[in-house]
């Protein structure tokens, strides 16, 4: 395939994301209270001489990884980064997400590359420190319906599974079946065929869906060097274990974090609900919230009940037994991996900001937060239509109404406006209002009834010229459904309904190579990548 032009758009211009996150990455002073560092490129000199992280926290983590990834087919690249941890002057950047089957939505390929590009510029830019890009496996998430499927190409196909619990310990019984539906479904495209070969081979040998995740991303990262990591294991959560108590017997992160939501929706709404105790108990089939009933503490859907002491004591002996939330999760995974910065999208970014007060509390550096990249592909065969209606890349982010209306006026055969008819005939019945009230004050509501309905009678004249030009261009309305029905499928973003085989099926490898070095997440834009000729 012909190289991809980028094009980068700001952010603003594709009207997809908050004022919250567009005022983030502007530096609105509003903001300053609920963050350390700057999204910008001089904020890691600066958490690079704060950021703590000792021996014996970097000889666990890496023992951690080593065991991890033990069965795994290392690349050198993976190999040396999971050694370096090991190394003083050894640092991360992290994204995450959850275990999505053939890792889900196009974006979490994007997260994967912008963190991978990050700490190769950041390693550049800060001589003597090492950068390791690093992938946080949401395997304890437990809502099957948001990883269980996947899109392409006018196809929705679904893992067929009953399992209940966290998503990482299921087994992947039921994965191969599905992976011969998005085969056939791709017309055995040629182009796909490696990539889904080696998801069959990683589902048909994993224990679990985490295990089979891990294969993945390093079949399609290894190379670059991105290490992939599972908090749910014993030696992590034993750092974490003294949170986890204090928030049976303080409940701080859910106090805290509140507080920070209050003082957030002065100006935004907040993103991430906030509970009294933000933990669950967790077991192989089970993931339920813990709640308080008095002076006791139940696992929401079991029989089980905690004494506050027995509830303490079982965090001591087993803390893998229990799972943190989303609000306690970013510090989690923040106290146990050496990290300046966390790479996520627009939702992830938004309920960080809720939660610097916990970090304070519990003494523990909040990390720089970036905005992962946007990629929208456009197609040699899109693109050549695009040109051809004179459609820009930011013209397709318009509403419905203003792309058509741009196009008739493209074709010759714009639909008619009659909005200086309606300001004058709005103006008209207004003097006569003024007028008749001064001859019968009862005339002035007939005479406001008489000036809506004439307004409503050229409205209605407007809607039928702007049908009668959509009907004499309908060939070139045809060709613009045909552009929007592939940039936004089923009215989202590309990057959040496409799974990656359908970049492999039109693309090839290739596609990824494309992407290497490309995804700056300090550039601050979104990224429209076209197919050159």
Known sequence: MSPFQIHPLPFAATR????????????????????????????????LTRKTFTQQQRDLLTKVLQEQYQGTQLTEKVADNIAAFAVENTFCAVTAHQLNVLTGPLYVIYKAQSVIDLCNLVEQENEGCKMVPVFWLGSEDHDLPEINHIDLAGSHIEWNTQQQ???????????????????????????????????????????NLTAATRTLLHSLFGEQGLVVIDG?????????????????????????????????????????????????????????????????????HTDLVFSQQELIEAIQKQ??????????????????????????????????????????????????LLLRSSVMVVGRKVAHRMQRLSVSNEAVFQSEQELVQHLLQHTGNPGMSFDAEKERITALFEDLKQSVAKLDPTLEK??????????QQLEKLEKKAFRAAKRRSLTELNQLQFIMDDLFPAGHLQERHYNVTEMFARYGNDFLRQLEGKLNPLQ???LIFEEGA
């Not at 908050?18 to 890691?44: I, N, V």
């Not at 805290?256 to 105790?277: F, M, N, P, W």
């Open 16 to 47: 997809r994301f908050s004022g919250l996150l567009l005022d983030y990455l502007s530096g609105k002073p509003q903001l300053d209270p609920f963050y350390t560092y700057k999204p910008e490129a001089a904020s890691f000199s600066r958490a």
């Open 165 to 207: 619990g966290p998503a990482g310990r299921m087994q992947t019984a039921g994965m191969e079946e599905m992976i011969r539906e998005v085969q056939a479904a791709t017309g055995h495209h040629v182009l796909a065929k490696e990539w889904l070969d080696t998801a069959l081979k990683a589902y048909r040998e994993a224990n």
């Open 232 to 300: 749910d294991h014993p030696a992590l959560k034993a750092q974490f274990a003294s949170v986890m108590v204090a928030e049976i017997q303080e409940g701080v992160a859910g106090r805290l974090a509140k507080q920070t939501s209050a003082d957030l929706a002065e100006h935004y709404g907040a993103q991430a609900y906030v509970r009294d105790i933000n933990l669950f108990y967790m077991q192989d089939g089970l993931r339920e919230r813990i709640e308080r009933q008095g002076d006791s503490y139940s696992v929401l």
């Open 319 to 368: 803390p893998e037994a229990f799972s943190p939330n989303v609000i306690l999760r970013p510090l989690y995974q923040q106290m146990v991996l050496p990290s300046l910065a966390y790479v996520g999208g627009g939702g992830e970014l938004a309920y960080w900001l809720q939660l610097k007060g916990i970090f304070d509390h519990f003494e523990t550096d909040f990390p720089i």
């Open 446 to 455: 007939a005479a406001i009834a008489a000036g809506v309905r004439a307004v």
């Open 524 to 526: 601050h834009a979104f």
